[in-house]
């Protein structure tokens, strides 16, 4: 098992472009979600999916999209980059019984915008 | 309001002496507590949890953790550090407000442990 997979490693991108972040698991889990860690504040929820075709908001949901058409993939949409959204951003999925559970992070993707 | 405190930004250990990262809680009803690692570079590793039981909890790589529920927290504990814990820790409750069971994580502690 390949776990949770994010691409790319490292990304930059100019102020009002776009790029999805790419997430997928092999681990057949219902429930999975997008964070964004920022240097003192801890992980923050951005949005989160509890099975193929169901999505929700998180804590910081704006100037992002999401869909889930597979139980596998896990797609994040930036649709207008800002600088505020300079960012580790980790995805993560857990088994039946959902995040109250073990959750399995992927390697994170570093995202600066210029 | 549903939150998670971990109020030392850092903690500083010599190898083999025993270790303590702190957390406190607040949630409505009875809490589901978390703490996961993170390596340089790397994404977040579970180490254990609380659900309900045993209020001393032990997990991965021999830490421990004790939940205190009249104190509201649940610290992460070692008996003998080792260089190779030094790392982020986050401590995370489950929010009670939904059905889903996201998690709150807190701001984190680095852990330095030195030879």
């Known amino acids: 098992n390949a776990g949770v997979t994010q691409t790319p490693k490292f990304q930059v991108l100019k102020t009002g472009q776009s790029m999805t972040l790419q997430c997928a698991q092999d681990m057949n889990h219902e429930y999975m979600s997008w964070y964004r860690q920022d240097p003192g504040m801890g992980l923050r929820l951005i949005h989160y999916?509890?099975?193929?075709?169901?999505?929700d908001q998180g804590e910081v949901p704006n100037g992002y999209n999401v869909s889930r058409s597979t139980t596998e993939d896990f797609p994040l949409r930036l649709l207008s980059a800002a600088p505020s959204q300079t960012s580790v951003y980790f995805c993560?999925?857990?088994?039946?019984?959902?995040?109250?559970?073990?959750?399995?992070f992927g390697p994170g993707t570093r995202l600066t915008v210029t | 309001a549903q939150s998670v405190a971990q109020p030392e930004d850092q903690v500083n250990v010599a190898e083999g002496n025993p270790l303590t990262v702190k957390c406190t809680y607040s949630?409505?009803?009875?809490?589901?507590l978390f703490w996961y690692v993170q390596y340089p570079n790397r994404g977040l590793q579970f180490l254990l949890k609380?659900?309900?039981?045993?209020?001393l909890v032990k997990g991965s790589y021999g830490f421990e953790a004790e939940f205190n529920k009249s104190q509201t927290s649940f610290h992460l504990k070692k008996p003998s550090a080792l260089v190779s814990d030094s790392a982020l820790y986050f401590c995370?409750?489950?929010?009670?407000?939904?059905?889903?069971?996201?998690?709150?994580f807190g701001k984190g502690t680095k852990l330095s442990v030195k030879p």
């Open positions: 999916s509890v099975g193929a075709g169901i999505t």
């Open positions: 993560a999925s857990s088994g039946s019984g959902g995040p109250s559970y073990e959750q399995y």
């Open positions: 609380y659900i309900t039981g045993d209020n």
């Open positions: 995370a409750v489950r929010d009670m407000r939904g059905s889903q069971g996201n998690l709150i």
């Open positions: 949630v409505s009803g009875n809490p589901y």
